[in-house]
């Protein structure tokens, strides 16, 4: 990207990558899909408005979660919001349901005015513009913490084995990575792995690090997978490593 058509506005200064990752709002669960790119990026100087579009939906139950039949009138919103985003040189960041309630939001360029949403069934959208050259509510409602992005990290793998037929139900050795800077820590960390019934060897890497790899059998079934890796992640920071994920192979 040249940086005269950055400075002008004509191409967006990030590159989508969208997310879905659970969270909660207000003591509800809410389901969060946001583009990380803009994440990133924020605050973006040339979309100083915020626009966003709330709605209400039924749901299913008390989870406040939309239920199956409604998903796709909430996915024809937020592609209406993007084209009217789009068509003022704006950019859509992000989406937020919980308690039976929907916000969409996205930014645009000072002074710019958004033509009216397109009409979508079932839902009756409500539009406010508000200045926020801070990108206050990306940075402090839509930026995902460290069990969020845990969870994220979960399920781009947990995607890729889903994609070759796996059934994660079932149990397989499933294998962690962690580098520490000295022997000492790495070996304190192994210890408390032992004791939750990880295989752990620890061995010296080619940088000089140490490399800690911790095997055991389980499923890789969200959400219990997301408690286990987090825990597993939990004790490699603890001790000063650097986590560096998990694999498996596939169960099909």
């Not at 389901?31 to 605050?43: K, Q, R, S, W």
């Not at 068509?87 to 710019?112: D, K, Q």
């Not at 079932?170 to 960390?189: G, I, K």
């Not at 219990?224 to 099909?252: P, S």
Request: proline share 7%.
């Amino acid at each position: 990207m040249g940086l005269l058509r950055k400075l002008l506005g004509r191409e967006q200064a990030w590159a989508e990558r969208w997310a879905v990752y659970p969270g909660e709002v207000g003591g509800h669960l809410a389901m969060y899909n946001i583009d990380l790119g803009a994440v990133e990026a924020a605050p973006v100087a040339r979309l100083p408005q915020r626009l966003d579009v709330e709605f209400r939906y039924k749901g299913k139950g008390a989870t406040g979660m939309p239920d199956v039949s409604e998903l796709a009138s909430i996915h024809a919103l937020d592609e209406a919001v993007r084209q009217v985003l789009k068509s003022v040189r704006g950019a859509l960041v992000g989406r937020v349901l919980s308690g039976n309630t929907g916000r969409i939001t996205g930014y645009l360029p000072e002074g710019a005015t958004p033509p009216p949403l397109a009409e979508v069934p079932g839902l009756t959208p409500e539009s406010s513009l508000v200045s926020d050259p801070g990108w206050t509510r990306v940075r402090e409602e839509l930026t995902p913490d460290a069990w969020q992005r845990n969870v994220m990290d979960d399920n781009q793998v947990v995607q890729e084995l889903e994609a070759h037929g796996d059934r994660l139900s079932s149990p397989r050795p499933v294998e962690f990575l962690a580098y520490f800077p000295d022997l000492e820590r790495a070996e304190a960390a192994a210890e408390e792995l032992r004791i939750d019934g990880f295989a752990v060897t620890v061995e010296r890497g080619d940088e000089g690090d140490f490399v800690l790899q911790a095997i055991r059998r389980d499923p890789v079934e969200p959400p219990a997978l997301h408690e286990a890796t987090w825990k597993v992640r939990g004790i490699v920071e603890g001790h000063d490593g650097l986590y560096d994920g998990w694999g498996c192979m596939v169960q099909a």
